[in-house]
Every structure is written in C-alpha cells, then in structure tokens.
C-alpha cells in the first residue's frame, strides 16, 4: 500500500512537497511516490515517476492526473491531490479495500451541473466524488474503469468546463465495481460547509492559515461540529484563537508563539494587476509576486470568467491580453483607483511563439491576436503609475529586478522567491516548420529578424507595431511548385524511475556478473541480411537468455505498457512477441546512431525499452542515450540534427518508438572490471496480427502490413539496422 501525488508544472510540485510534509508528521514511513514533469530533487519521496506534461489544450489540465492513476505501484493506493493537507494517521484508510474496490468521499458540489451546458445522461439520484481523495486497490475492474475515465476525459469538449469529476461519474455508473464512500473526515474540501464527528484526516484545498484551519477543525474531536465558509475566513480564525475560553487548549494545539502570531493584524495591500501578452511571461512575475511573505494577504487569481467588479485593496490578478481561455478581456478603465499595474515586456517572436502552441493552429492568427494585445496593453501602460518589466531582465537577473518590484511595493527587497526562473528564449520556433515558414514569408530571412528576434530596447510605439502588423500577409505567400515543405517531429520518451525492487535490482547486478563469459559480441544486420560484428558501427557485447530473471520485468513492463502508448501518441497495434535482451558496454563501447526497425526483418518492432542497472556507486562516466528528431519530408523520414540526451540512471527504464533515430555515446569506466560496465536490459514490442471481424481473412493480412509499414523507416544509417539499443 501506499499514496501517490500527480504534479504537473513547478507551482503544483512544491505544492505536494508541502502536502508531502504533512503527511510525513503523522506516516514517516509510509511509501509515497510522485508522477510529474518536473526533472529536479524531490527528497521526501520513496520513487519519483518522471512524465511529460500534455496539457495542450486549456481545457484538458488534468489529462496528466487522470492518466497516471493507474499506474499507481501499489496494490492498494491512496491519491492525494497536492492541495490536500493531511491531519492525523491515514493507514486505517487502506482496510477499507478488504470491502469494496474503489472509495472516494461526495463532493459538495455537483461540477459541473445543468448551468455549464453538459448533457445530463445519469440519474441525479447517482451522485457524485470528489477526485481530490481517492482509494483503490489493483484489479481487472478498476483499470477497466480508470482506462474509461480517461478515454471519456479526453473525449469531451465543452466550454468553459475544467474539471474531470463529470467524467469520473460517468465512469462509475457504467462500471461494475464495488464502489465505497469515505466519509467527510477524510476530505473536508474547503471552502465548502461541512459537518464532521470524527477527528479530521485530510484538509482539501488552499488556505494560507491552514494549520490553524487544522487545529480549528479538530479543536473538539469525538463530538458534532459544524462549519460554514465564514468560519475559515483569516480573520474569523484569528479572533477564534484570541478567545481566551479555550485558552489552554489552544496553547497546547498552537503554541504561545502561534497564537501570537495570529493575534498580529492583517496587512492589507492595494490590489496588483500583472499584464502582457499572453506568452509574454506574466504568469511568472505574478507568481513571484505572490511569493514574497508581506504579499500573502492578497488574494491570487487568474482573469476573472464573469462580470464582477474589482476590489480596491486585496487582489493580486494575473491578466494575458488577448488569449483564448475562457476568460473575460478587463479593460483598464474597470480596474479600481490605486490599483498597482505591473506590465509584462518580451521578444515578440518567443511571445507569439509560446502562444501559437498552446492556443492557435496558425502562425497569422497568433500574430494577429499579439498585436491586439499590444494595443491592448499600451492603455494599461498610460496608467499612473504602471511598471514595465521586461522578461529578459527578469530571467537574467532575476535579483535586480525583483529588488526594485517588491521596493516599489514597500516590502522587503531582499527576498528571492523559490520560482524557477528559466529563460525559455531559445530556438524553438525555429523547429517548427510551419511557423518558421510563415516567419520567413512574413519577416524575410529569419537570421534577420533584428529586433522580433530579440528584446526590444523600449516599449514599441504604436505606429511601429502598426508596421509590423502591415509586413503580415493576410494569405500565405505563393509558393512556387517545389516540394513541401519538412515537418521536424521533436524526439519524446517516457522514463520510469524504481522500476525494481532494490532486492529484484541485487538478484538482476548478480546475474549479469555471473554470466560475464556469456556475453557475446554484437552484431548488426548488414544490407545483404547476414548478423556481422562491425567494431566501426557498435561494441558492445549481448546475452539473449533472460529466462531467469525475466519474470522480474513481464508484468511490470506490460502494466506500463497503456501508459507508454498513450504518453507516447502511439498508433494502437496488437501486442505480439516481446524481444529482450542485456547488453554491456565496457570501455570504449558505443553504438552509432540507427533506428531499431529499419530493416524488414525487424520492421515488426513498434516500441522501445532500455532498462538501465549498474553497480553503486557509479564506476562509469559516458554511455547516454541520444534521441534524434525526425524529419518528415516528400513522405519519408529521416534523422534530424537536434538530439535529447538521457543519462543512463541505474533502476531506470526509457520508453521511445523503434523508429526513432538513435546511438549510444562511448562509455568510459574506471577500472577494466566487467562489475564497472554500464548494463542494459533492452525490450522491443512488436505489433502482432490484426484480429479478424468480420471482414475476410486477407484483409486482416492486409490491415497488418498497413500498420507494420507506418513503423517501417525509408533511410538507415550506414545502411545497417540495429539488434540492440
């Protein structure tokens, strides 16, 4: 058993670091594992899943959430979302699954309900979780209905809807599952109304006071207590913890320098506005913003979705102009008197770029919708007042610039926020053959693109981004009768951290060292079909007998296997044979870039794994994985320029497609000791026969060839295909 938290972008994984650390006060030992994208330390956590974050679409934010619940690690789990705060012990929680298969407390609301359009197919009588605290064990049924909430996830489409309890609904009716109810003690959503008996276990939802929402809560357990929204207002709470009834409990709960604490009076801040360009980076100067301690007053918020007027003192509000999101445009007029304006400045070029993927499917609409947001932008500017930060200077110099923001706000100037703070000017868009096309036929040469390309010395005037908006074609410019142009597709890899068990990894390091003269050297498929070593092209030696350790990675390997194909936007394909195979790389080893189904006799081949094992601590330095893009062009691809590079970590395993270009840079051990070598347990999947419905029986053949053809690669490096990683 053990709980697992889904955190997709920074912000939501310090977030579960902090959930994290309430858990750890009352389960030190309890296993804990994290699924998400940020590639950094996350101590506190037993195993960290890294996953690729595929919000592409605004609508569509927890797909990430909704995809690797099930595959969770353990038979019996509990998820947390990471505003969840966790109050006491929650292992009794897990024996409710001797009982039922799936457990999830009511929501307080039903989402999204008749007002936001979405048709109403289930009884109202059939109610509704809430997906922020769920429990289940592993079986048959439960990854059945997981697979449906995805698939119905993913299948809807409605405005102004964001949430995934809808599907999970949905999912739950059609399944047949043994389905249990928590009771409210273990998910007192906040800032709903609730009643509990019980102590409470988990706090869900966001409070800046939400240890003296725990203590509050929990002030009288055993007996009946009820709470309304206006309890757990901060002020509300600081005059609960001034009553001097209940001093002495409170001392024990709080602490004399707690309440002390609480009793100061709330600073009240004049209301921030923070606008730019959506993409132009006004998301990371607002959350640097409400990072600084003397600025947690304010309450932070995105563009509001409704008319509703703003307050004068209070609101810290985050507005990208213009943008597709459901969200209401503000226009400066409507903000209240003494407001503080904080424009947000960046090369147009990465700002229209950086919307064009998440929100546009052509280059011209983006550009369009950039130059209306400047306008837009030029009348907050003329406010009293207003400051305009350029994201360069931030990212660069993040210190100086925060220095004279929070200085002109009248806080301490000294504080740095714990904000990542990458500078995302890079030449990405360049990769991107449709928009760098169109910027080439809009701008000129894109090596010069003077100041679109760079940040611009002041804020433009209008009549220069009238200019600009002129230089834009209002139809693609004519193309003369040559091919089409490539399509650059980016290299993509799922990595699973912990996949063994550190016994299974012992067992695994003995095996291989046993069977050090067993290990023969590679081979490659040369163009006349016969296996020769080619010292030129790879060395590295191989062991085809795996039986003994095998069943260490078949089911794991295919419990994964869902998961891979969805993150990886494979087309689907019957599972066939599964090939395997160790490899070891001594010193000098390589292998030269290729694809692992170029050649017929491997063109069965639809997907890579490469399980990484080596001795502690590393004897070796070298033997990364480079992954290649792949250029689309005249309908064949090829291997592009621009690489990945995976460092190959021991008890790690990296998923990618078998038609992906790919080599293995030289390994350089420290010792010749065969136990110094970098180690690898390769796995290919391979797409089986097609099963036969009702059509005749050649064209299932038919239907296979089709899709082991789409897998099939036209070029080969060295004309030589690989066996091997």
């Known amino acids: ?160 809807f964001f949430g995934d309890q809808h599907e999970l609904r949905e999912a739950l009716w059609a399944s047949d599952l043994q389905l249990g109810i928590l009771p409210t003690e273990w998910n007192c959503r906040l800032p709903w109304a609730f009643a509990v008996q019980e102590p409470v276990k988990i706090l869900h939802g966001r409070h800046r006071c939400i240890d003296l929402v725990e203590r509050r809560v929990n002030d009288r357990p055993n007996r009946v207590r009820a709470f309304t929204p206006v309890d757990f207002r901060p002020e509300a709470l600081r005059e609960w913890a001034a009553q001097p009834a209940s001093t002495d409990a409170r001392e024990r709960a709080c602490g004399p320098r707690a309440r002390a604490r609480v009793r100061q009076p709330a600073r009240i801040s004049a209301s921030i506005f923070v606008v730019g360009p959506e993409g132009s980076g006004t998301t990371l100067l607002w959350r640097c913003i409400a990072a600084h301690p003397e600025l947690r007053d304010l309450r932070a918020r995105a563009a509001p979705h409704s008319s509703r007027r703003f307050p004068p003192t209070g609101l810290l509000l985050h507005l990208s102009l213009p943008t597709l999101r459901p969200m209401r445009w503000v226009h400066p007029q409507e903000l209240p008197r003494g407001a503080r304006i904080f424009t947000v400045r960046r090369s147009p070029v990465h700002t229209v770029y950086s919307a064009y993927r998440r929100f546009f499917d052509d280059p011209r609409e983006a550009w369009r919708a950039y130059f209306q947001a400047v306008r837009l932008e030029s009348s907050y500017m003329a406010a009293p007042g207003a400051i305009s930060v350029a994201y360069e200077a931030l990212v660069q110099d993040p210190a100086a610039v925060l220095r004279g923001l929070y200085g002109s706000l009248g806080v301490r100037e000294d ?27 809009a701008f000129g040469e894109l090596a010069d693109l003077g100041p679109l390309a760079g940040a611009p010395a002041a804020p433009p005037q209008r009549r220069s981004v009238t200019r600009a908006r002129a230089r834009v074609p209002e139809s693609p410019p004519a193309a003369e009768p040559t091919s089409p142009p490539a399509r650059i597709v980016a290299a993509r890899f799922v990595r699973i951290d912990d996949l063994l068990a550190p016994a299974e990894h012992a067992r695994l390091l003995r095996y291989a060292r046993t069977r050090e003269r067993d290990f023969a050297a590679s081979t490659v498929i040369s163009p006349d079909r016969v296996f020769r070593m080619d010292p030129e092209f790879r060395r590295s030696g191989t062991l085809h007998e795996l039986e003994d350790v095998w069943e260490m990675f078949d089911a794991r390997l295919r419990r994964l296997l869902p998961y891979v194909r969805q993150e990886l936007e494979l087309t689907w394909f019957p599972l066939g044979r599964v090939e395997r195979q160790m490899a070891v790389h001594r010193g000098g080893g390589f292998f030269s870039a290729h694809a692992d189904n170029t050649d017929p006799a491997v063109a069965g ?8 094992f080596h001795r502690r601590p590393k004897r070796f330095s070298g033997g990364e994985l480079w992954l290649y893009e792949t250029v689309i062009r005249n309908g064949q691809a090829h291997r592009g320029q621009r690489h990945v590079s995976v460092v190959p970590a021991d008890n790690t395993a990296v998923f990618f497609p078998s038609d992906v270009h790919h080599q293995v840079r030289p390994v350089r051990p420290r ?40 897998s099939r690669r036209t070029s080969r490096a060295k004309h030589l295909a690989s066996v091997g990683e």
């Open 1 to 160: 058993m053990g709980v697992i938290y889904i955190a997709t972008g920074q912000r939501y994984a310090d977030e579960a670091a902090r959930s994290l650390a309430s858990l750890r006060r009352h389960e030190p030992d309890l296993p804990v594992t994290l699924f998400t994208d940020v590639r950094q330390e996350h101590p506190g956590f037993t195993s960290v899943v890294y996953v690729e974050d595929r919000r592409n679409h605004p609508r569509k934010v927890f797909h990430a959430k909704v995809a690797c619940m099930g595959q969770s690690p353990y038979d019996r789990t509990l998820f947390l979302d990471t505003d969840t705060h966790v109050c006491g012990t929650v292992r009794e929680v897990f024996d409710l699954l001797d009982r039922f298969e799936f457990a999830g407390a009511l929501a307080p609301k039903r989402i999204p309900g008749v007002r936001a359009g979405l048709p109403q197919v289930l009884p109202g009588t059939f109610a509704q979780l809430n997906s922020g605290v769920l429990l289940f064990r592993r079986c048959e049924r439960v990854e059945r209905m997981l697979a449906d909430w995805l698939r119905r996830y993913d299948a809807h489409d409605f405005p102004n």
């Open 415 to 441: 504080f740095l926020p714990s904000v990542r703070l990458r500078d995302r000017n890079d030449d990405r868009w360049r990769a991107d053959a449709r928009f760098a096309e169109f910027m080439s036929g």
């Open 605 to 612: 081949r639809c997907l890579t794994c490469v399980y990484y």
């Open 671 to 710: 010792s010749d000791a065969f136990a110094d070598s970098r180690f690898s347990v390769n796995v290919w999947f391979w797409a089986g026969e097609m099963p036969s419905l009702a059509a005749p029986s050649g064209s299932a053949e038919k239907t296979v060839g089709r899709v082991r053809a789409r």
